[in-house]
């Protein structure tokens, strides 16, 4: 039967006569999409109203100015505008691209979910449809990110790697206007602003891994905030062990080593379990030195396989990738069961 229901019963209160879920975002075009996305999950999967609210961070704010910002030390700019947004009350939820994400905790905050990733490999967007083995040696390769950087030159391509900065426009920018011969750039990010069409090669993570966390979201909120619980919902498990692990090897290279570190993870279907996966490589800054390894193990247990992954390739020589001295061991592949 039909009747009222009663407001004051938590379990019958209308999720949509709540008040709007102010999601918070950077104004780049790539965030606003991002977080537009999850806006929309959250009206989909929990039933609420949801709004975004645009948050200036001192990283938009520099590079409106032209300040350079590429590599790992401004992705944190990008971050703590939104998350003193997100403390203060001024947003609920916070949007990140997870692979801008510090690897320490946030105190206060919780990453609530982490949604279904998008492909997470890189990719070429060239001038006439070349793909990197076509480009003449000597070609301009633009990527303010020295990950991409040392992975360009262990090709043996003889490619001349130079900065770029500016949002994901401003890049492609570069290769219509003719100033550089190429750009590398994550697919996810041309995928979600609907570039797809401009990308000429998709890099095999054989040759090219990704950053850890590449092509997944965080969505974060106040710990302790009910809505935390209710955000589960947006949570895709492979995703979040795969992530778990990528992190795992990063945060424990970046104790005992400054060099770059590509890292993919994925959830296969085993014989009897789910399998985790987890490919990583740290290069010296111009790609001649690597270590490269990968490991499985339960997607239960992601963070201590690649928190062991990460540890076997700093006694296998990746803390002296930064600074000249001993040569590393190169290529070590080995597969190891954690
Ligand atoms: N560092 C900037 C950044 N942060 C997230 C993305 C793309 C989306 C993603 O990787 O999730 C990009 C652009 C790029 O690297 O090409």
Redesign the pocket.
Known sequence: MTGPTHPTADSTVDPAALPPVRVGTRRSR?ATT?SGHVAEMIRQRLGREAVLVEVTTDGDRSQAAGTSLVGSSS?GVFVSALRDALLSGEVDVAVH????VPTYPAEGIVVAAVPLR?D?R?VVVARDGLTLGELPAGSVVGTG?PRRAAQLHALGLGLEVVGVRGN?DT?IGKVRSGAYDAVV??R???S?IDRLAEVTEVLDPLQVL??P?????AVECRAGDELAAQLAVLEDAPTRAAVDAERAVLATLEGGCSAPIGALAEVVEGEDDEELWVRAVALSPDGTLTVRMSATGSPADAVGVGTRLGAEMLADGAGQLGQPGPAATTEADKVREA
Request: no cysteine.
């Open positions: 790539l991002q992705t691209s997870l692979k801008d998008e997470p890189d990110s994901v890049r750039l994550a996810a990010g041309l979600r990704p950053a966390g590449q092509g997944a979201l």
